[in-house]
């Protein structure tokens, strides 16, 4: 019995069990049926070729080879894709086309075999005379040349694949690691090639491959070799919402979770393989690479977990916490990072530190108005009664002196100056006593272009011809739960700010928008003017703080306006840049039924 017989059986057998072995344990991943899949085309491939050697007919010699060559083409593409899975390089794995682009050509070659007879173009004859020799390969067709060169470029790009990555591991000085991933890969290849090459007659391919698979099986399943930077439970941690990623030493991005493609709003194809510190300075409006690249190294060497926070350039703030991943000896094997997008959380600090400052400041201005109010009225009485007595004394000097006296003249501008600061005072106060007693008043249902189009109408008498004054509404906005009257007042504040804005630089335009968004309403209050400075930007809602001229405002619109919002359970927001104007948004919710 030829010797090809007794290899391939001892072929097919350890093969068998391998498969046996992989199918009993209990993972059922992608990797898990690659794996399996390829030791079955290796089975078919050993099977084969053993019995083309073992039946006498030429008739079952070609059906042996034939389904030989059948696992032949199907080993390349299975090789390929568990080599891109093992190493991570996700080159196929999230590529749909990629991967098509490989089993299709295969499957192509399949089909060539298995249709030989009918056009002789993949091998004129099956039999041994013409295969048995290395020499009565010149016998082979055309397409068995084409085949046979796909599938060892399939097979050379997976062994590629796998040296690559034993590079990266020498390269990070896991000498041990690196030298076993290249020896598994390559070194059954080769020693097979060589035992065909002399032995002439016995092909040693099958249990090279099976051998190098094999291999990989226990230095990914049993060491980790190749699993020391995964995203571990990948089913659990692709549904987190925060981001997470891995890098090698280098700051190389290794994986990542779809949230972490949110974050970056980009797709993994293009984050993959990149420096960590190059993917957030594209989109970090204050964090720098150079910085971002000093404190990933730092974390290598020794350093404490990293915690920072960076702004967006769209003005989302996400939060990143990452730290070193270390073997059993503490050797650093790579980096991990959680990316949080912390903008509502931020957000919803803003509103919660202006809604105490205001309760805070509602508490005290109401307190300040009681007080002011009482000693206010005595003043303004008394002024009355002192206008009302210089009537008298004004003709009583008028007899004596026989004319007007310029004192008692005087006395009467001091006192009508008197009672305009009076009158000033009591309009402070009373707009303190509504910010103090601020309620919602009586609650419906509320159409906010309605509510937007009177607040534009009172805005109105404002305007001045250099202003222009745009309202953009919306079409079928839903409705708001509120208080009409006060929704006015907010959005009228709003108006007449962006108003007096645009003046300052002797013009220009204010737009009102209303839009529905998510489950939501937004009016949106903009201006042309010079901005707001970022020094006083986070101050503009606090309570009597203003940029006016003595006399010209009390600093309490805004104030008002936020608490109002609040009381309608909407968000008040500022986006301005100095020199650019700036634009008020209001959230509200739509008004639900119960």
């Known amino acids: ?123 004129p004859s099956f039999g ?41 591991l020498l390269v990070n000085k896991r000498l041990g690691q690196g030298l076993a991933l290249g020896t598994a890969a390559l070194g059954p290849f080769l020693l097979s090639a060589s035992l065909t090459t002399m032995t002439m007659n016995l092909d040693f391919t099958p249990m090279g491959l099976g051998t190098s698979v094999w291999l990989l099986f226990l230095l990914n399943w049993r060491y980790r070799i190749l699993d020391t930077l995964p995203l571990a439970r990948r089913h659990v941690i692709e549904h987190l919402p925060d981001g997470v ?103 919803y600090e803003t509103f919660l530190r202006h809604s105490q400052r205001l309760e805070t400041a509602a508490g005290l201005a109401a307190g300040v108005a009681h007080e002011v109010n009482n000693p206010l009225a005595y003043v ?53 006593r509504r910010f103090a007693s601020l309620s919602q008043g009586e609650l419906g249902e509320v159409e906010v272009n309605t509510v937007t189009s009177e607040a534009l109408k009172m805005a109105g008498l404002h305007r001045r011809p250099a202003v222009e004054l745009c309202f953009e509404p919306a079409a079928d906005l839903p409705t708001v739960q509120g208080s009409s009257e006060h929704l006015i007042q907010a959005v009228l504040n709003l108006t007449i700010n962006a108003i007096q804005a645009v003046l300052q630089q002797g013009g220009g335009t204010v737009r009102v928008v209303t839009r529905s968004r998510d489950d939501g309403v937004e009016i949106r209050v903009s201006d042309d003017g010079p901005g707001i400075p970022s020094a006083i930007r986070n101050h503009v809602f606090d309570p009597f703080f203003t940029t006016k001229n003595p006399g010209e405002g009390s600093g309490l619109g805004l104030s008002i306006t936020y608490d109002i919002i609040r009381e309608h359970r909407g968000v008040l927001e500022l986006h301005s840049e100095e020199g650019e104007g700036a634009e008020f948004t209001v959230r509200l919710p739509v008004r639900r039924e119960g």
């Open 245 to 347: 990623l891995v890098a090698d030493l280098d700051g190389r991005i290794l994986d990542l979770n779809p949230a972490t493609e949110q974050i970056f709003e980009t797709s993994a194809a293009t984050l993959l393989r990149r420096p960590v510190w190059a993917a957030v300075a594209e989109i970090a409006a204050n964090v720098e690479a150079a910085e971002v690249e000093s404190l990933t190294s730092s974390l290598v060497s020794g350093g404490d977990p990293l915690l920072i926070e960076f702004c967006t350039r769209d003005g989302r703030a996400i939060e990143v916490s990452a730290d070193c991943v270390r073997g059993d000896d503490g050797e650093p094997l790579g980096l991990y990072a959680v990316l949080r997008d912390r903008t509502e959380k931020r957000r």
């Open 128 to 168: 041994q005379e013409a295969m048995g020799r290395i020499d009565g390969l010149v016998f082979a067709g055309p397409l068995f040349w084409v085949t046979l060169c796909w599938a060892v470029l399939l097979v050379a790009g997976g062994i590629s694949l796998y040296l690559s990555s034993a590079f990266r």
């Open 1 to 123: 019995m030829h010797p090809q017989v007794y290899l391939s059986a001892l072929t097919a057998l350890a093969v068998a069990a391998m498969a046996l072995y992989v199918g009993l344990r209990r993972e059922r991943t992608v990797v898990h049926w690659l794996v399996i899949a390829l030791m079955l085309s290796m089975m078919l491939w050993a099977v084969g070729l053993g019995l083309w050697r073992l039946l006498p007919v030429q008739q079952h010699q070609e059906t042996a080879l034939m389904l030989g060559f059948v696992g032949v083409f199907c080993i390349p593409p299975l090789w390929l894709l568990l080599a891109d899975r093992f190493t991570r390089s996700h080159s196929f794995e999230r590529r749909p086309g990629f991967q098509a682009a490989v089993i299709i050509p295969s499957g192509l070659s399949a089909l060539v075999v298995l249709t030989n007879s009918s056009h002789h173009l993949f091998v």
């Open 380 to 432: 303004r009485s008394n002024l009355n009664h002192i206008d009302q007595a210089i009537d008298v004394v004004a003709e009583q000097a008028a007899v004596l002196s026989g004319g007007k006296s310029e004192e008692i003249e005087e006395l009467r501008m001091v006192i009508a100056e008197s009672v305009d600061g009076v009158e000033r005072i009591s309009g402070i106060v009373d707009r303190m």
